[in-house]
């Protein structure tokens, strides 16, 4: 652990919560500092919120200025959290709850005091943290985004599994029969109740897509994924496998008795504050049963076009392509490929009052107040071909088709941009022009494709490299290879990767970036689409017309530094192109 500076250490009794005296207080040391203008301070003085965040949010200073300027002006130290892990000895003298209301987080304990990392290290402020301890504590200041992300990653819900295990051993009525439905759907405290909901929990807070369970002879796997990649968070007795599948057969609506057959559901549940629908999917393995968990996370914001990763040039072509009064724009890729985030962003560039939007999807992942959305529901007869007939009877300007999943919808989709329709859609494929090869095989005609689609954007998402811990490495052989097959570049300072951190899960990677191939739909290309042109002649003709290809674009983001060659070669297939 490395803290900058001088200790100071305060033992008090009593706990003082924050008031507006305190942000006087802190316009003051900043007015005094030089760091922010009398003016700036009035700027924000009637908004809502602590004065701090104001003052972020409105640019007038920078998260790390603000935590300089306080450490300096109470001389204590700062915390880099870039090399600092959080003791868990230090961490459980506080709840999660106690830490966000107190904004502090313990560090590191001996028999002196406890180190702590808090945004305000005024001596009142340590003094509320030293009651509630009840240790005497060294300060040191934090900023806020390195503080949110700590308490994040040190509190974690799946820390109590290993009490729930052992309480769900203990009971011999559940050890014996597995799916006991008093203890996995009655009573909220039951051990394999709790186990699942700090699953779940923990799956949120770590901003994972998906959870997988799995019985491996005599262990369940619990992984998650987390940026794309799997990774493994729990490990449990074989034991409880059966009821957990069975609690969560109960939450989705789910056969508990049917072992044997592939079911689906889904969950919808609020955590921690946050709205969450799951989808369910079970299937029999040997060993018993695995359980997916797909999360959509309600309350993440909406992405903007020009946040997407989209090269400048590409934005400003996309956002002119989708403006067209007719057509069809379809975004092809895998599954998890981000394909739903960028028709959700196409939808906000086009949201306006003078238009008619309305989609149909499976399942409607966010609500727009001023969009038509429909639901697909099959029990009930709304289906993606049945559910776009009915949009065509409701004076649509935009339709947005979740997934082409069949020829039926593939067919009224083309039609309804052949009938003064802007369609957009979804497809699983692996590259642009793979896109219109698809279609082609669903058995659409040729030149029902070259008149309806004016567009085919393919993308993948690759892992940002963790901007806490980067260091300069040498590429291997081969990533180099490939950064020169594809006109990528050494960065300017040199080769750099995520070492891994506190913040990344000692990965190296943090969150996600787009990488996108858009191919054009002009005459040359619809001339080689009716006359059902080998693949490789019509992927030429693209490139020749300026479309520069996933790998292209990749290598760009390799040469700016955003994330690694092993990344995009581990992210997109390269071989043969």
């Known amino acids: ?164 295990i052992t309480a769900f051993e203990a009971r011999d009525a559940l050890r014996k029969d597995a799916f006991d439905l008093e203890g996995v759907s009655v009573n909220e405290d039951a051990p394999v109740v709790r186990v699942v909901q700090s699953v779940i929990t923990q799956a949120l807070r770590d901003r994972a897509s998906d959870i997988h369970v799995e019985p491996s002879g005599e262990r369940v796997r619990v992984r998650y994924r987390i940026d794309g990649a799997l990774t493994e968070v729990l490990d449990l007795p074989g034991s409880i496998g059966p009821a957990i599948v069975s609690r969560v057969k109960i939450l989705a609506d789910m056969n508990i008795v049917e072992r044997r057959r592939p079911q689906d559901g889904q969950i919808s549940m609020t955590i921690e504050g946050r709205e969450v629908d799951i989808r369910v999917s079970t299937t029999a393995v040997v060993g018993g049963e695995k359980v997916v968990m797909r999360l959509l996370d309600k309350s993440r914001p909406l992405f903007k076009l020009e946040q997407l990763g989209m090269p400048a040039d590409t934005a400003q072509r996309y956002s002119a392509l989708i403006r067209n009064p007719f057509g069809m724009v379809i975004c092809a890729g895998p599954t998890g490929g981000g394909k739903t985030t960028t028709l959700y962003a196409s939808l906000g560039e086009l949201n306006s009052p003078d238009k008619n939007l309305m989609t149909i999807e499976d399942p409607v992942e966010y609500t727009f107040d001023s969009i038509n959305q429909i639901q697909i529901n099959e029990a009930a007869g709304i289906t993606f071909a049945g559910g776009l007939k009915s949009i065509l009877r409701q004076d649509p300007d935009v339709i947005l088709v979740g997934e082409i999943r069949d020829v039926d919808t593939a067919r009224i989709a083309v039609q309804s941009a052949l009938t003064g329709h802007f369609v957009l859609s979804s497809l699983h494929a692996t590259e642009a022009v793979s896109a219109l090869y698809r279609l082609l095989d669903m058995g659409i005609e040729a030149f029902l494709i070259a008149s309806s689609v004016t567009a085919v954007v393919a993308q993948r998402l690759v892992r940002r490299s963790c901007t806490s811990c980067l260091e300069t490495y040498q590429p291997s052989p081969d990533e180099l290879a490939f950064l020169q097959q594809f006109g990528g570049s050494e960065p300017i300072g040199g080769f750099q990767h995520g070492t891994g951190c506190h913040f990344c899960a000692h990965t190296g990677y943090l969150e996600r970036i787009g990488v996108y191939e858009m191919l054009v739909i002009t005459d040359e290309v619809r001339e080689l689409i009716v006359d059902r042109a080998p693949h490789d002649q019509m992927r030429k003709l693209a490139r020749n017309q300026g479309m520069r290809t996933l790998q292209e674009q990749a290598a760009q983001l390799v040469t700016h530094g955003t994330t690694t060659a092993a990344e995009v070669m581990r992210s997109i297939y390269v071989a043969g192109v």
Do not use: N, W
Not at 4 to 22: F, I, L, Q, S
Not at 54 to 69: C, N, P
């Open 1 to 164: 652990m490395r803290l900058k500076g001088r200790h100071t250490k305060v033992e008090a009794p009593v706990a003082a919560p924050r008031t507006d005296e305190d942000d006087d207080r802190l316009g003051r040391i900043l007015v005094g500092a030089g760091r922010v203008q009398p003016y700036q301070l009035d700027a924000v003085r009637e908004q809502e919120g602590a004065l701090a965040a104001k003052l972020i949010a409105s640019g007038a200073i920078t998260d790390d200025a603000l935590a300089r300027t306080l450490a300096e002006h109470h001389q204590v130290p700062l915390a880099d959290f870039r090399t600092i892990t959080p003791a868990e000895e230090a961490v459980a003298l506080l709840t999660r709850e106690q830490a966000t209301t107190l904004q502090v987080l313990p560090v590191a304990v001996d028999d002196e005091a406890v180190t702590v990392a808090l945004l305000d290290p005024a001596p009142e402020r340590i003094a509320a943290v030293a009651a509630v301890l009840e240790r005497p504590v060294r300060a040191a200041v934090v900023t806020a985004r390195d503080l949110e992300r700590g308490i994040a990653t040190s509190y974690r819900a799946t820390h109590e599994v290993t009490g729930q």
